[in-house]
Structures are given as C-alpha cells and as structure tokens.
C-alpha cells in the first residue's frame, strides 16, 4: 500500500498550521476524539447530514475502506448538535459491510464547528447548513497539509501560476481517488513510517518556505 522503501518521494506540504482541535466536542460513545497525534481526514456535513451522503459515501468507499487500521488513521466529521438521529441513518448509508470504528462523528455548536473550520486554510467558506464537500487532511501536529503547487506537469511546462490544494473535493471522485488517497495520503503515511526509523529528511515544504521563495 505505502511506497517501497527506497522509492524517492516528497513530502506532502504543510499547506497551514495550527489547526484547532476538537477538545470541546462530544462523540457519539462520549469517548475522547482528538485531531492531534493522529492523521485525520476532517471533514463538515452540516445541518442535514443526508443531503451529502453521496460525498460521504464517496470519502467511506475510496479513502476510509482503504486506510481504515493504518496507525492513528481516522476520518472525523464535525456536525451540529441535534444532527445524532439523522446520523444514524446516514451510517445505514455509507456503511454496507465494512466497520466503522476509525470514522467519528461528532458533535458540537456551530460557533464551535464555524471555529474550526476557520483556523483551515480554504478558498471556499462553509455553507450557511455548516456544510462543505471538501475534506482537509490534517497531521499529528494539527498541522493541515496538502499541496502548494498542484499543477499538473503540462501546466508547469506552460508556465502555468503557481495554485495550491488546500482540501479535497469529495463530489470529484477522480480528486479524491487520485490525489487524496492515491497519492497524498500514501506520501504522509510514509513520512511516519520514516520518520519511526529515523530516516525523515525534515525537508517538509510549508506555505511560508514558498512565499519566501516567491519573494526573492
């Protein structure tokens, strides 16, 4: 599933940092759901979780079904308190045969889920249901990654400017199924595998190394 161990890879870029946690939410069980020491994809289904079941029926089949048991891998998606029932029948949704005891739900005010979602780095705002179809991926160290430069390799030999991916679009399933969970999740996993060995080359490109760089 990961890259051989000899196969070159950067890492995936730190798009933003410190992301807010999720310590004032409650779960489902009342068990503790943490964003930090672990890698989550994080995501917002809103006031009427129902209406986005094709998103999160897209996120559960090409990126939980295949990560679900990776170490400290979880998908977490915040929603407003009195969203419990309707969850319940989105689970009978998305969940076919496959457990999902790395996928949480949790539940929280909205000024609380507006927080969080403002401490991201998006180019697009939440809907006024709390809502979004794009999930972030967030590290152990609430950091949230993704891509600064997400041009194809056509678009660079044009001399294409430079744009970022800040989130994953779950509608788009060539988005999710090639970059989330092809490649940017698997270049993350990596790191933590190398970074256990104490083989990591802190190298990690962060949105201020490019600004930097672009300002020289």
Known sequence: MLFPAKHHYN???????????????TSEDNQEVLLTEHITIL???????????IAASNLKELVYDKFKGFKKFQVVILLPNGTQDDIEAL???????????????????????????????????L????????????????????????????EKEKGKEVYPLYAYDCIEVAEIKNKLSADDLRVLFQ???????GNFDSSTRRANDLKQTNEQ
Do not use: C
Not at 43 to 53: C, E, Y
């Open 11 to 25: 890492p995936l870029d730190v798009v933003h940092g410190n992301v807010m946690d999720i310590n004032s939410f």
């Open 191 to 197: 790191e933590y595998r190398e970074r256990r060995k």
């Open 43 to 53: 995501g917002f289904l809103g006031t009427d979780p129902m209406s986005n079941a």
């Open 127 to 154: 809907k006024t249901d709390l809502s979004t179809h794009d999930v972030f991926i967030i590290d152990k160290d609430l950091n949230q990654r993704g891509r600064l430069d997400d041009r194809s390799d056509s």
């Open 91 to 125: 689970k009978e949704e998305i969940k076919s045969y496959e457990d999902l005891k790395y996928w949480h739900f949790v539940f929280g005010e909205e000024s609380q889920i507006q927080a969080v979602y403002n401490s991201l780095k998006s180019r697009n705002s």
